[in-house]
């Protein structure tokens, strides 16, 4: 199983509500990302887990809360987001440290978020 | 952070004929990862090559990567009308603590026409 599920596939909240995306990988990979991608841009590193441990926030606006409950899931929860935080949300994990720095990233479908 | 530039911003091509990107970056790298992505979905990995290669093959893919210039080529051979999408590449420089630090360059759309 090489796939990353991300649920739901689309989302719109009002700048009031309260909504998770949430993301599982059953390939024991230990570290896991969130990348935030507006269209016709590239993904940008959100978060970074290793070992269910947060280990990059890139400045991130703590309206974004992310959460490893385990190896196999990540959470990101949202609050009292604004417009501009409409985006394409992804997921991905990969296998490092296992096999060392040289090691592919496996993404999911992303959360394609809109923000009312 | 945008590691760096992708060129061309966008390519349109005939089905058969070759498609050639390039991306530039700024820092040293462990490794330079190419990445394709359909429709604005996720985004698959296509081939990965580390900091001491020069070149690497992967079916119709070839990848070329010279680190004195900070700059990575991929060329799609005969190309299909499949593979339209977006190329984007990614330079890994942080293995820290565990993880992978991937940063994505700018992206090559490709539009290949039957």
């Known amino acids: 199983d090489t796939e990353v599920t991300q649920t739901p596939k689309h989302l719109v909240m009002g700048m009031t509500n309260k909504k998770s995306l949430k993301c599982e990988q059953h390939?024991?990979?230990?570290?896991m990302y969130w990348y935030k991608q507006k269209a016709k841009k590239p993904p940008e590193l959100m978060f970074v887990y290793s070992y269910e441990k947060l280990s990059i926030n890139e400045s991130v606006p703590s309206r974004f809360s992310p959460e490893c409950p385990n190896s196999s899931l990540l959470n990101l929860h949202l609050h009292a987001l604004q417009p501009e935080d409409s985006a394409l949300y992804l997921c991905?994990?990969?296998?490092?440290?296992?096999?060392?720095?040289?090691?592919?990233?496996?993404f999911g479908q992303g959360t394609r978020l809109t923000v009312v | 952070s945008q590691q760096g530039e992708e060129d061309p911003q966008a390519l349109s091509i005939q089905e058969g004929e070759n498609a050639t990107m390039n991306c530039s970056y700024k820092?040293?790298?462990?490794?330079l990862q190419w990445y394709r992505q359909n429709s604005g979905r996720g985004l698959v990995h296509l081939i990965l090559i580390r900091s001491n290669e020069r070149e690497k093959h992967s079916g119709r893919l070839r990848v070329t990567l010279d680190t004195s210039k900070k700059s990575s080529s991929l060329l799609i051979t005969a190309s299909r009308a499949a593979d339209t999408a977006s190329y984007f590449c990614a330079t890994d420089a942080g293995f820290s603590g565990g993880y992978n630090k991937l940063i994505f360059g700018a992206g090559t759309r490709l539009a290949v026409h039957p």
């Open positions: 991905a994990s990969s296998q490092a440290p296992f096999r060392g720095p040289n090691t592919e990233a496996f």
């Open positions: 390939m024991g990979h230990r570290a």
């Open positions: 820092t040293s790298i462990n490794n």
